[in-house]
């Protein structure tokens, strides 16, 4: 099968069972994005937004349909293998930060290297780099607990560019910031997206950050309702 498309979700389905009921939390979708494109997942608690992402990021598999990143059907893929796509092109974004207490900025940044065959130097030149990325020059050995919101927030996006992936997942990444942070936050994943090709996904709930994103789907029940490309 011909697949140019970076991202290709052909007739996805994901059922959950709870108890006795059968939830279905993405319907039969299908959808293409392209290297380099920026799309932010909107829609309502429920909507199958969460679903979808950690479809999209390997987290889990769909109940039926295929999804092929790259050209690699990876629903078919065993755990080990979808780690190890989870860990080759994909970096991840949390609303919470997920950074480990009472360590640095660059420990943090260092983690998903830890599983290579690297050295501890060239571990720590790639962490630095990434740190710099996100202007955070000079606070590479504070630890966590000595840095803002929206730093630790920039430590986050540094870990998940430090393996040079090539898709990044941002979930509600701006949620436990102010508005100015928040702001910032986003014009560096539109810097990454612009100057260094990074496909982006973005989940938000707030239209006005989803304006940054060059398209936008909206979900609802498990389904599209809406597309939008700019």
Known sequence: MENNHFIQL????????VGE?????LRDLSYNINEGDFLAIMGPSGSGKSTLMNIVGCLDKPTEGKYFLEGEEVSTFDKNKLARIRNKKI???????NLLARTTAIENTELPLLYSSMSKKKMRELASKSLSIVG???REFHRTNQLSGGEQQRV?????????????LADEPTGNLDTKTGKEIMDIFKRLNQEKNITIILVTHEPELAQIASRRMHLRD????????I
Do not use: C, D, M, W
């Open 10 to 17: 052909e007739n996805v389905k994901k059922i959950y069972k």
């Open 21 to 25: 009921t059968q939830v279905n939390a």
């Open 91 to 97: 970096g991840f974004v949390f609303q919470t930060f």
């Open 136 to 138: 955070l020059e000079g």
């Open 156 to 168: 986050a996006i540094a870990r998940a560019l430090v393996n040079n992936p090539s898709l990044i």
């Open 222 to 229: 498990g389904q599209i309702i809406k597309e939008e490309n």
